[in-house]
């Protein structure tokens, strides 16, 4: 399952509602981590009622027990000045969706 280890702070507003994307920069590790999560035929691809598929990831608190679940629904490569890393790279743009709290 593709996992995202984030710190409070993002946590906390993902978990609010107040951010849907999550930002990763373009780095090989990255770039073979959601591959691999688009690819694998092992993955269990969600279908919501239009027929699209999302793939479910793990978002977690840190390095710690508590997490929420979400299925990735889109992803993009965006320029990284625009977003929370604040970087003039290229980052990936995670579209989040059916974001729920599982562990606390």
């Known amino acids: 399952m593709l996992t995202f280890n984030l710190k409070k702070q993002w ?3 993902i978990a609010s509602g ?13 770039t073979v981590r959601l591959k691999n999560a ?3 035929s092992d993955w ?3 279908n919501d009622k239009q027929g699209r598929q999302f793939v479910p990831c793990r978002i977690v608190l840190g390095y710690t027990k ?6 990735v629904k889109r992803i ?5 000045k625009d977003t929370d890393l604040k970087i003039d790279k290229p980052v990936y743009a995670i579209h989040l ?3 729920s709290e599982a562990y606390k």
């Open 44 to 46: 269990e691809f969600i």
């Open 18 to 30: 107040e951010k849907r994307i999550e930002y990763r920069e373009v780095k090989p590790y990255w």
């Open 38 to 40: 688009i690819a694998n």
């Open 66 to 71: 508590r997490y929420m679940t979400a299925r």
């Open 11 to 13: 946590y906390d507003k």
């Open 76 to 80: 993009k490569v965006v320029d990284g």
């Open 97 to 99: 969706a059916e974001v």
